[in-house]
């Protein structure tokens, strides 16, 4: 079946967003880097895991688009990236008005409410 305006592209890059927010650590490290920039290190430094273990965490989010490495002499920074962000909440917010609008349709039904 072919939907109409429908974007495959786009439907990937959410579902990247998506996957990676499923994990309660990477929706920390990202709550922590949309408060600035950070370090592998300094991000390590809050959970009971190892280095690695976070690098991991972190392809994953830099794979979503989520978080962006630079380079600052020895250092590697990694820094948020709000727009993919932006684009999952865009999308929630599609699927909220719609979902408000059938609430309303309902609770005016002499059925519904």
Not at 19 to 37: K, M, S, V, W
Request: hydrophobic share 40%.
């Amino acid at each position: 079946m072919q939907l109409t305006g429908y974007d495959k592209a786009a439907a990937g890059r959410l579902d990247a967003t998506f996957a990676a927010l499923a994990d309660p650590t990477r929706r920390a490290i990202l709550a922590r880097l949309l408060q600035g920039e950070a370090s592998v290190t300094e991000l390590t430094a809050p959970f009971a895991m190892s280095q690695p273990a976070i690098s991991k965490h972190l392809k994953v989010l830099e794979r979503a688009g989520l978080v962006s490495r630079g380079r600052d002499a020895q250092r590697r920074p990694v820094k948020a990236e709000p727009r993919p962000l932006a684009q999952a909440a865009g999308w929630l917010d599609t699927y909220r008005r719609l979902l408000e609008r059938r609430l309303q349709v309902l609770s005016r039904s002499p059925h519904g409410g």
